[in-house]
């Protein structure tokens, strides 16, 4: 029987994803056959104003995310992002940029994806700093006039495709929202539970057999 091959869905900017990466990158790191999906999540109704109540509920979410997996929050973001009156909740700049190294492989996207979030999570910058995104893709070899082409409708369109990929997938196995682990056995998709290996994330090797 062939190995099985996952693929793990996320958004940059969820929190929850957050909690997760250490299990993300256990994964790849164990030899898996394993595909990421940009999921693009936070866009059009999902955009959300922070200071619209969805500050509060994403204080609440980041505590029981830290509590069950040790994901560091920090005041900056805290202050900066969550706290802010004019933070919009968008992950357009990091769909994008996920979707411009996507080619190279999971590991390329996910050290992008760890860059990210430590400017989100860590330092706590606004989503909506197109020069902090643009900054991160340089640090990660791409050049400059392609990683100029953040915010451009053709990289929106690339963006989309990967989070219309990731979407069906997960009305494939029922997922209600990211992160999502798919594992697949020839034509059988299963949901994988990532919550399991909170605390534990090299146990997940323990799937590749």
């Known amino acids: 029987m062939d190995d099985p091959k996952f693929t793990i869905i996320y958004d940059t900017y969820c929190g929850w994803c957050y909690g997760a990466a250490p299990i993300f990158d256990a994964l790849v790191d164990s030899g898996a056959q394993v595909d990421v999906l940009h999921r693009h999540l936070f866009q059009g109704p999902l955009a959300y104003r922070m200071s619209e109540g969805k500050g509060a509920l994403v204080m609440k979410a980041d505590a029981r995310i830290h509590a069950l ?10 202050t900066n992002v969550v706290l802010s009156d004019s933070e919009v909740l968008a992950s357009h700049y990091t769909a994008q940029a996920a979707a411009l190294v996507h080619d190279q492989g999971p ?5 992008l994806r760890h860059t990210l979030e430590v400017a989100r999570f860590i330092d706590g910058l606004s989503a ?4 902090a995104v643009i900054a991160a893709l340089r ?6 006039a392609d990683a100029a082409k953040i915010g451009t409708p053709a990289l929106a369109e690339l963006a989309e495709q ?7 997938l997960m009305a494939a196995v029922g997922s209600q929202g990211v992160p999502t682990i798919v594992k697949s056995d020839g034509t059988r998709l299963t949901q994988i539970d990532h919550s ?11 799937l590749i057999s």
């Open 69 to 78: 997996t040790g994901q560091e929050f920090t005041t900056a973001y805290k």
């Open 139 to 144: 640090n990660h070899g791409v050049s400059a």
């Open 107 to 111: 590991r390329k996207e996910f050290a």
């Open 128 to 131: 909506s700093d197109r020069d």
């Open 196 to 206: 399991a290996y909170y605390g534990r994330p090299g146990d997940i090797s323990s």
């Open 162 to 168: 990967n989070a219309q990929q990731a979407q069906d």
